[in-house]
């Protein structure tokens, strides 16, 4: 069976980026730690990550490559405590969210145990452009 592609489309041009978009998307999908996005305005979205156990000094967000990258590496506290059980998680985790054209990110804050990142879409202005006919 052949892999149907957006290039692979005639009216789909310069679309091959966006693929490669979907692609990388779609090898990130780890479910640790889980996270909520929600809109919060018309151009305004929240990423809201549960990071219980986490202190603001263990977490990072980065945007790379139209990648907002947010990652958690607690740190050893160096005590020498014995754990009868151990089931609260403290490993380390990157979480990654593929940014379309013209999203930024803004504030970040922690708040009981969740930590959210505000992203606003700034709408370009529609250009219409028209072309003249040269005579051959």
Request: aromatic share 8%; charged share 30%.
């Amino acid at each position: 069976m052949t892999k149907l592609t957006l290039g692979s489309y005639p009216h789909m041009l310069g679309f091959e980026q966006l693929e490669r978009l979907l692609e990388r998307t779609a090898k990130t999908s780890e479910g640790y730690p889980p996270f909520n996005i929600e809109q919060t305005a018309d151009y305004a979205y929240r990423i809201t990550l549960a990071v219980a156990g986490f202190a603001e000094d263990d977490l990072s967000i980065t945007v790379e490559d139209r990648q907002l990258v947010v990652r958690g590496r607690q740190k050893d506290d160096g005590s020498e405590r014995v754990f009868l059980h151990r089931g609260i998680a403290s490993r380390q985790f990157q979480r990654s969210f593929v940014l379309a054209d013209g999203v930024e990110v803004g504030e970040a804050k922690m708040e009981n145990g969740l930590l959210h990142v505000d992203l606003k879409i700034n709408r370009p202005e529609t250009v219409v452009q028209t072309i003249q006919i040269k005579k051959g």
